[in-house]
């Protein structure tokens, strides 16, 4: 099974909502990432867990907030964002995080908009 | 500083043609090069990777890219397009900048005329 599962698939949420994105894989993975895609550019690293622990952040705005509960799943917690965060977001895994020449699986991703 | 290239936002072809979709890159030490696609409202599909070995790497769908060291360059290529093969390829290199990361050019749309 080479799938990563993402869900919901889509998310309209008010500037006020908490709401979590899930994101499932079931191939031994070790690292798992979320990133955030707009409309016709390349997706952008938000965070990097490996073997469960936060190893990367890039900068990400406190209001987006990272789980990782066990090596099969991650979270991405939500909370009062704003309309410039609507966006694909997309949950990739591989097999480690800590080597170079190791491919990435995507998920379908979600698509967040902000009212 | 570790960056990906892709001069062209977009590729046309007419099916039956060979396709090229070009990439270069700017990383110190050894590349680890990859190519992606992205399908309309879908996630990103690996399609190949070089590490090291052979310069011309195969991959899935018929893909496949050259490594050329002296030019910088990892250019995609297919023998005989499709219209299927239509959508937004991604070429990527895999870095140390303060942890591994995955830093993808800004992508090259490929259409695919019938």
């Known amino acids: 099974d080479t799938e990563v599962t993402q869900t919901p698939k889509h998310l309209v949420m008010g500037m006020t909502n908490k709401k979590s994105l899930k994101c499932e894989q079931h191939m031994g993975h070790r690292a798992m990432y979320w990133y955030k895609q707009k409309a016709k550019k390349p997706p952008e690293l938000m965070f990097v867990y490996s073997y469960e622990k936060l190893s990367i952040n890039e900068s990400v705005p406190s209001r987006f907030s990272p789980e990782c509960p066990n090596s099969s799943l991650l979270n991405l917690h939500l909370h009062a964002l704003q309309p410039e965060d609507s966006a694909l977001y997309l949950c990739?895994?591989?097999?480690?995080?800590?080597?170079?020449?190791?491919?990435?699986?995507f998920g379908p991703g979600t698509r967040l908009t902000v009212t | 500083a570790q960056s990906v290239a892709q001069p062209e936002d977009q590729v046309n072809v007419a099916e039956g043609n060979p396709l090229t979709v070009k990439c270069t890159y700017s990383?110190?030490?050894?590349?680890?090069l990859f190519w992606y696609v992205q399908y309309p409202n879908r996630g990103l599909q690996f399609l190949l990777k070089?590490?090291?070995?052979?310069?011309l790497v195969k991959g899935s769908y018929g893909f496949e890219a050259e490594f050329n060291k002296s030019q910088t360059s990892f250019h995609l290529k297919k023998p005989s397009a499709l219209v299927s093969d239509s959508a937004l390829y991604f070429c990527?290199?895999?870095?140390?900048?303060?942890?591994?990361?995955?830093?993808f050019g800004a992508g090259t749309r490929l259409f695919v005329k019938a």
């Open positions: 990383v110190s030490g050894n590349p680890y």
């Open positions: 990527a290199v895999r870095a140390y900048t303060g942890g591994f990361k995955t830093i």
């Open positions: 070089y590490i090291t070995g052979d310069n």
């Open positions: 990739a895994s591989s097999q480690g995080a800590g080597t170079s020449g190791l491919e990435q699986y």
